[in-house]
């Protein structure tokens, strides 16, 4: 009876340690269900063992950047390792390779915010909560990752590609990456400004 009331207490009370851990197969998972939307909604084929290397790749500098980088400068470390990945293993342009990873994060972050809300009120527990007592945050792992495999069946099914970067021309192709880049820039002064501040 003893070891059940430690058990509960440690997945019920704050524990970082077990959180932690809890981290690393839910980073495989969303890595591989990130990977799974661009390739779906970008339309490219590919073999099992490119999905294998960027997912392999993706997991372990994503989680020795979070470990060496401090936040927020971590985030976009992990975003750029993300982008060169895509670009080089699955031989695509690198503006597709950034519109992929950036249309992915975004409908995972809008994922994660429309999941979290509802949750935290319905169990009536604070984000400090969610994020560090380990029972609160498996369940919203579930969650989350039940709602983003509901998007990723409905967009492979209803066959949703997005077929824009192919008709354009080079000169708007130039603008649309100039921009990404401008506002890429953007994002590491603020984080700078953040992390020296």
């Given at each position: 009876?003893?070891?059940?009331?430690?058990?509960?207490?440690?997945?019920?009370?704050?524990?970082?340690?077990l959180?932690?851990?809890?981290?690393?197969?839910?980073?495989?998972i969303?890595?591989?269900l990130?990977?799974?939307l661009?390739?779906?909604?970008?339309?490219i084929?590919t073999?099992k063992?490119?999905k294998?290397l960027?997912i392999?790749?993706?997991t372990i500098v994503?989680?020795i950047?979070?470990?060496?980088?401090?936040?927020?400068m971590n985030?976009i470390?992990?975003y750029?390792i993300?982008?060169?990945?895509?670009h080089y293993?699955?031989?695509i342009?690198f503006l597709?390779?950034i519109?992929?990873?950036?249309?992915?994060?975004?409908?995972?972050?809008?994922?994660?915010?429309?999941?979290?809300?509802?949750y935290?009120?319905?169990?009536?527990?604070?984000?400090?909560?969610l994020l560090?007592?380990p029972?609160?945050?498996?369940?919203y792992f579930?969650?989350?990752?039940?709602?983003?495999?509901?998007?990723?069946?409905i967009?492979?099914?209803?066959?949703f590609?997005?077929?824009l970067?192919?008709?354009?021309d080079?000169?708007?192709?130039?603008?649309?990456?100039?921009?990404?880049?401008l506002?890429l820039l953007?994002?590491?002064?603020?984080?700078?400004?953040?992390?020296?501040?």
């Amino acid at each position: 009876m003893e070891i059940l009331n430690n058990l509960w207490t440690a997945i019920s009370t704050p524990n970082e340690g077990l959180v932690n851990v809890l981290l690393i197969p839910a980073g495989i998972i969303e890595n591989f269900l990130i990977m799974l939307l661009f390739l779906s909604i970008l339309n490219i084929k590919t073999t099992k063992m490119k999905k294998f290397l960027y997912i392999s790749i993706v997991t372990i500098v994503g989680f020795i950047c979070n470990y060496i980088i401090p936040a927020p400068m971590n985030i976009i470390f992990n975003y750029a390792i993300m982008i060169l990945v895509c670009h080089y293993n699955f031989k695509i342009s690198f503006l597709k390779s950034i519109i992929s990873v950036i249309m992915s994060v975004v409908i995972f972050a809008l994922i994660g915010i429309l999941a979290s809300n509802p949750y935290i009120t319905i169990l009536n527990i604070t984000s400090e909560q969610l994020l560090t007592i380990p029972i609160y945050r498996f369940f919203y792992f579930v969650i989350f990752y039940i709602i983003a495999s509901i998007i990723l069946f409905i967009i492979k099914n209803r066959k949703f590609s997005l077929q824009l970067l192919e008709d354009l021309d080079t000169k708007n192709k130039f603008i649309i990456f100039s921009n990404l880049v401008l506002g890429l820039l953007m994002l590491i002064i603020q984080g700078f400004k953040y992390f020296i501040i």
